[in-house]
């Protein structure tokens, strides 16, 4: 599967004249719960030459590509990438920090990452994975039986939230053992069964809703949505360095 990726990753860049600066592995094997079957998502970051910029029309910043249910490939052009890094987007952070990097060029997440704290925005955080755990509990967690899929979603989601409302200076990391930090001991030997369970099931596993659990998940909700309005927003404006990064990033992708 990695040489396949690598190979979609190639044709990519030759099929539309750009070179991907940064791919890496999202989704359940990345965050360290995978089913067997779980498919493969790609996320990736990509630069088109330099004439590209310099058009009075933006062009297209994303490519969606999926391309079967082994393997998913999705990317953001350069630009659009560092607008959201400017404006804290929790996902981009969780691209930056994931263990398994297929691509790398120009040494890009070791030039971005000194620009991740001063984007952080911890309200805007808290924000993003407290609406993930609403839709779970609302939508998908309301029944006598569960989708364990699902349930590590919104676990991992709430565990981040309360990550940003206890540490708002520090980013929430990406994988789930380290998030574990923020699970109660109560609730350990429970998760642990229920990793065990997931690790030889499919995508579509339903389990009896554990009701511990579920509780700790509409709590973490709750705390979560009160603490919102008294975490630090940073200030709005220019990120010292982006715009120069930026403009090195677009002159040494396609340097012969």
Known sequence: MH???????TQLEATHSIRVLYACESGSRAWGFPSPD???????IYVH???????????PDT?????DEELDLAGWELRKALKLLRGSN?????????????????????AVQPFMGEC????AGLHHYLGLVRREVEDDLTGEEVRLKRLFYALRSALAARWIRERPAKLPPM???????????ALSGVVDELLTRKATADEKTMVPSPGELVAFLHEEYADGQAARATLP???AGAVSGLEALFRRLIRAAFEQ
Do not use: K
Request: hydrophobic share 50%; glycine share 2%; aromatic share 16%.
């Open 63 to 67: 490519l969606n590509f999926p391309v």
């Open 38 to 44: 779980s498919d493969y998502d790609v996320r990736f």
């Open 175 to 185: 994988e789930f053992r380290l998030l574990r930090e923020m699970l109660p001991t």
């Open 120 to 123: 952080f925005n911890p309200r």
């Open 49 to 59: 030459p330099a004439d590209w910029y310099l058009t009075l029309d933006e062009g």
């Open 233 to 235: 927003v940073p200030a």
């Open 3 to 9: 040489a396949r990726i690598q190979t979609a990753l």
């Open 90 to 110: 929790a996902a981009l952070f969780e691209w930056l920090q994931l263990p398994v990097v297929y691509r790398e060029a120009l040494d890009f997440r070791a």
